[in-house]
C-alpha cells in the first residue's frame, strides 16, 4: 500500500485538539479500516479504534493522547491509527483507573439487566448476562440474526417457515426421499410451545466416524439453568423394534453442533432408521414420538 495515502499530511504537526471530530478515519498497513467510534459514552471510549473490543489494561496512548488496544498495538506497527505518531511504551494510568472507578450499568440494560459494575466486571458480566441476545437457534449457516425468545420465534416462524406445535406431547415424521444421501447433511427443526416455554426439536443427519447416522435432540430457548427444570423423552419404532432416549434439553445458547457432537440426543445408525423406516430401504420414513415434562 501506498503510505502517502494513508498518513496524515501533517503527522509531522502537532495532532489537533479535537480527535473525535477533526480525524478522519485513518488505514492501517494490513488493511482494516480503523474506526474513531461515536459518541456512546464509556463504551465508545474503552473501545479499540482498530479491532473495535473492549480495552483492557495495559493501555497504551500515542504521545497525542490516542488508545488502543495491546493487541492491536503491534499490528498497527507501533503507529498510532489516528495520528500517525510512533506509539512507544507510554501507559494510560488515567484511563485505566477512570474504568475501574466509575459504576455502570450493563449494556443489556434496556433489555432488562439491572446491574451495575465497574467497567471490567461489566464487561465480564456481559458476556455472561442472561439478558444477553440469543442467536437465531436455526441450523441454518448464514442466519445471524440475534434477539430475545418471543422475537426470534417470530423469526423461525418467519425466515425459517419452521412449525410450531401446542404441548407437550409429539408425533413427528422424517421422510427423506433418498435415504442413501445422507452424505449432505441435512436437518430439520420443529418448534414446540409448552410450559409457558418454547422448545425446539432438532433432527440432523451426521458422520459418526464413517457411519452415516441421525440425531434427534431438544433444546430450550431460554437459559441452561431453566432448562434443567424439564426433562423430555424421544422414541423412534418400527419393524416390531423400538429405539427410546431420555434426556434434559440444552439450551439454544449451545450451539446445536455441540450438543451433537456430544451425542447428547437420540442417535440412529443409518442401518437401523432404514429397518425403522420399512419398505424398501430407500426412503427414509421415521417416527418419532416424544414427550417434554416439568421435573419438579
Ligand atoms: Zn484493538
Ligand atoms: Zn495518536
Ligand atoms: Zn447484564
Ligand atoms: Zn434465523
Keep these: 500500500m501506498d503510505k502517502s495515502t494513508s498518513v496524515s499530511r501533517n503527522s509531522n504537526f502537532t495532532p489537533v485538539a479535537s480527535d473525535k471530530h477533526l480525524?478522519?478515519?485513518v488505514k492501517v498497513p494490513d488493511g482494516r479500516k480503523p474506526h474513531i467510534p461515536p459518541n456512546k459514552g464509556i463504551d465508545g471510549i474503552m473501545e479499540c479504534p482498530v479491532c473495535r473490543k473492549s480495552i483492557f489494561p495495559p493501555i497504551h496512548q500515542c504521545p497525542g493522547g490516542h488508545t488502543l488496544c495491546s493487541d492491536c498495538r503491534p499490528e498497527v506497527n507501533n503507529k498510532c491509527p489516528v495520528c500517525r505518531k510512533e506509539i512507544g511504551n507510554i501507559r494510560c494510568l488515567a484511563l485505566e483507573k477512570f474504568a475501574v472507578s466509575i459504576p455502570l450499568p450493563c449494556r443489556f440494560h434496556s433489555l432488562g439487566c439491572k446491574v451495575i459494575l465497574?467497567?471490567?466486571?461489566?464487561?465480564?458480566?456481559?458476556?455472561?448476562?442472561?439478558?444477553?441476545?440469543?442467536?437465531?437457534p436455526h441450523p441454518s449457516l448464514?442466519?445471524?440474526?440475534?434477539?430475545?425468545?418471543p422475537s426470534l420465534v417470530a423469526h423461525l416462524r418467519e425466515r425459517h417457515k419452521v412449525d410450531l406445535q401446542m404441548g407437550p406431547t409429539f408425533n413427528h415424521r422424517y421422510v427423506k426421499q433418498d435415504a442413501c444421501s445422507v452424505d449432505n447433511i441435512s436437518w430439520t427443526l420443529t418448534l414446540f410451545y409448552c410450559f409457558n416455554h418454547y422448545f425446539c426439536l432438532?433432527?440432523?443427519?451426521?458422520?459418526?466416524?464413517?457411519?452415516?447416522?441421525?440425531?434427534?435432540?431438544?433444546?430450550?430457548?431460554?437459559?441452561?439453568?431453566?432448562?434443567?427444570?424439564?426433562?423430555y423423552c424421544l422414541e423412534v419404532s418400527g419393524d416390531s423394534r423400538k429405539l427410546a432416549w431420555q434426556g434434559v434439553p440444552r439450551s439454544i445458547r449451545t450451539h446445536h453442533h455441540s450438543v451433537r457432537d456430544s451425542y447428547d440426543g437420540l442417535i440412529i445408525q443409518r442401518s437401523l432408521a432404514l429397518r425403522f423406516s420399512g419398505g424398501d430401504r430407500r426412503e427414509l420414513k421415521l417416527k418419532v414420538n416424544g414427550k417434554i415434562w416439568k421435573v419438579l
Design 23 to 25: 480525524h478522519p478515519p
Design 118 to 136: 465497574p467497567y471490567y466486571s461489566k464487561v465480564k458480566h456481559e458476556g455472561q448476562c442472561i439478558f444477553r441476545p440469543y442467536t437465531c
Design 202 to 231: 432438532n433432527f440432523e443427519a451426521f458422520r459418526l466416524g464413517s457411519e452415516p447416522v441421525y440425531i434427534a435432540f431438544l433444546r430450550f430457548m431460554g437459559e441452561e439453568s431453566e432448562a434443567r427444570k424439564f426433562g
Design 142 to 149: 448464514d442466519c445471524l440474526v440475534t434477539g430475545d425468545v
